[in-house]
């Protein structure tokens, strides 16, 4: 049995997969389509959750974004906002070239004990934490894996395009 691989996700990989036509849309989607298939399992900080929820109430009806940040906190588990990690976040923004929210997604990487995170934010190379991997090679570990289903899979609606088609007008 292989290992299954445990990544710590920046909210735009979750934003890219769901959103638009974008460079960085099929790498990203690729991600969430193997945690759901159980090759790999992600891990988020709390943020992620309120960042893609934000996000898609400027562009979705409320019903619509709920859903997909409902779903992403299902096949995520979620790290919290504490104080250790406020305080991480604060020491980031103070002594590197990173901003409040990436800092959040960093911070909480680090108390959980990641040393790499997946995102396409160069920014979020911190000490004690690397960017991982490059596209290419994402997409080169995703394939080598043999997908297992995981149990029980996750709930809510599958993440597809229909998430970005539903738009205000």
């Known amino acids: 049995m292989t290992a299954v691989t445990a990544l ?29 298939a159980g090759t790999v399992t992600l891990h988020a900080s709390v ?19 709920v859903a997909a940040a409902r779903w992403l906190t299902d096949l995520c588990t979620v790290h919290p906002f504490t104080e250790d990690v406020a305080r991480q976040m604060l020491e980031l923004v103070a002594t590197m070239n ?4 990436d800092a959040v997604h960093a ?4 108390a959980a004990g990641f040393d790499q995170i997946v995102t ?17 090679s ?14 029980p899979p996750p709930t ?3 993440m597809t395009d229909r998430l970005h088609h539903r738009r205000r007008h």
């Open 8 to 36: 710590f996700i920046d909210s735009n990989i979750a934003l890219y997969a769901v959103g638009g036509p974008h460079r960085h849309k099929a790498a990203c989607r690729d991600i969430l389509e193997a945690a759901t």
């Open 47 to 65: 943020e992620l959750i309120q960042e893609v929820l934000h996000h898609r109430l400027r562009i979705d009806d409320r019903e619509t974004a």
């Open 98 to 101: 990173i901003r409040g929210r």
């Open 107 to 110: 911070a909480t990487a680090l």
């Open 120 to 136: 396409v934010d160069p920014n979020l190379a911190v000490p004690g934490l690397t960017i991982y991997p490059s596209r290419d």
């Open 138 to 151: 994402l997409a080169t570990h995703l394939t080598r894996r043999r997908p297992r289903r995981r149990s």
């Open 156 to 158: 809510g609606p599958p």
